[in-house]
């Protein structure tokens, strides 16, 4: 009998921040197994957003530089022009990259930049207290839209991989989802499908991750998974947008 | 024959693991851990198949598989 799952070594034995059921865990974990597949360990730099997954650089037995709030693309394009050498990814919820970040995500797509970022999208700003966020999902209640979201007044939700998947720039976009082991596998192999265009050298690649909130969401972490398929899969349809790898 | 131990210090209790398991070998215990949760645990586990989808889907990455 021999071990056939054990922690990622990228990934540090210390216990997280997270509340119990959110999906940041489980995303750490296969993007840490994605590290460990390509043997970057040692040459990655992550660049941290702010939001739940600030703490990154306590998670990831990686280097990790810190970058203001929506800045990540912006100081991960410093990081792979200073060192191309370097695996370069960042990791950004929704109020991070498709809120204040919406310029540098854009812009260092567009540019074509040899990074991965992984976007978690879990409909609310989750550490500062489940405000409204671009992404949240018409009709949904959060702190800042008590009466939910309202599509006249407040828009709709924004859909990151399809939006980006337009840019000339970008070589890889897709959407995943974590909330039952049929997506979680599928995650799991976008995820490292993205990590080899940067090993390829073959430019920008971006994977959006549908994560629950179940704190800011008011449910259980059943119920919290449950929502991911039957209500914001409909309306972030999983799949790949762009795949420039294989034509 | 397959097995899985789960570290009851770091499970967290939310259970995503029990509805993952396609034997549904895993059951929240009524025994409270040190960070205030009600751990995870296979008492039965001659049924494990060492699919390894409740460790994969852990959050916590409390669970190991052997197999």
Redesign the interface.
Known sequence: ???????PQS?KDV??H?????????IH?LVADALDLFGVQQTTIGVASVGCSVFLYGYFDVDVVEAPHGRAPAVATGVKRARPDRFVFTYQGDGDLAAIGTSEIIHAANRGEDITVIFVNNTTYGMTGGQMAPTTLVGQKTSTSPYGRNKAKDGSPIRMAELLAQLGGVAFSARVA?D??KH??DA?KQIREAFRFQVEGKGFSFVEVLSSC?TNWGV???EG?ARVGAEMIPYFPLGIFKNQGNP | MARIEIDESRCKGCGICTIACPKKLITLCDKVNIQGYTPAEALNQEQCTGCALCAEICPDVAIIVFK
Do not use: A
Request: charged residues 15%.
């Open positions: 009998m021999q071990q056939v799952f054990k922690r990934l216990q997280t997270f509340c119990p059921g959110c999906n940041h865990g489980t974990r974590v039952s082991p979680l596998m799991k179940p259980t972490p059943l998974n």
